[in-house]
């Protein structure tokens, strides 16, 4: 199983089978209007802007799930993030990522991946906001928290997951290198 497996929910409501990005690389991300790491959307979108033309497609997973932080419509986080930040890339419907509703997309990235740990100081405190919300959090791949970020080469293959605290620099040379 990949992630051409998949089908996906358009802002429309339309079905897409992510088999539509055979030969891409992708940056799965489930994001959130309303949180501290938001502006990973300014970092996300100039990754995209450098990388896209090499094959790269960030798809971006809208998530009400961590803290109420994206409770807008799908239409109403479309005209934020473009808005305030000028993202071009692929926009889906907002989606659960954990628990029963998650969709199978997440539930496959979820199982197929292993949580490393935060980083940096805002690591520190993200422990304590994982912990309450999942005291086994450490030892599952469940997604903790807003902007995280899974890596798939071009053959529909995970080969990376990045926790919202780890440095985006630290992201794009991954794409960069899988590109």
């Not at 990949?2 to 429309?12: E, G, S």
């Not at 100039?46 to 809208?62: M, Q, R, S, T």
């Not at 799930?65 to 005209?79: L, R, T, V």
Request: glycine residues 10%; contains cysteine; aromatic residues 12%.
């Amino acid at each position: 199983m990949n992630i051409y497996d998949f089908t996906v929910k358009a802002q429309d409501g339309s079905e897409v089978s992510l088999a539509d990005y055979k030969g891409k690389v992708l940056l799965v991300v489930n994001t959130a209007t309303g949180c501290g790491f938001t502006p990973h959307y300014e970092d996300l979108q100039d990754l995209y802007d450098e990388c896209h033309d090499k094959g790269l497609e960030i798809l971006d997973f809208p998530c009400n799930q961590f803290a109420g932080q994206a409770p807008g419509s799908d239409e109403e986080i479309h005209s934020f993030c473009t808005g305030r930040y000028g993202i071009t890339f692929p926009q889906f419907s907002k989606v659960d990522v954990i628990g029963e509703n998650a969709i199978p997309l997440y539930k496959w990235l979820s199982e197929n991946t292993t949580f490393d740990g935060f980083k940096g100081a805002m690591g520190l405190m993200m422990k304590g906001v994982a912990k309450k919300m999942d005291k086994d959090y450490k030892n599952n791949g469940n997604v903790k928290w807003n902007f995280t970020k899974f890596l798939i080469d071009r053959e529909g293959n995970i080969v990376g997951r990045f926790e919202p605290t780890d440095s985006m620099k630290d992201v794009a040379d991954a794409v960069k290198a899988v590109l």
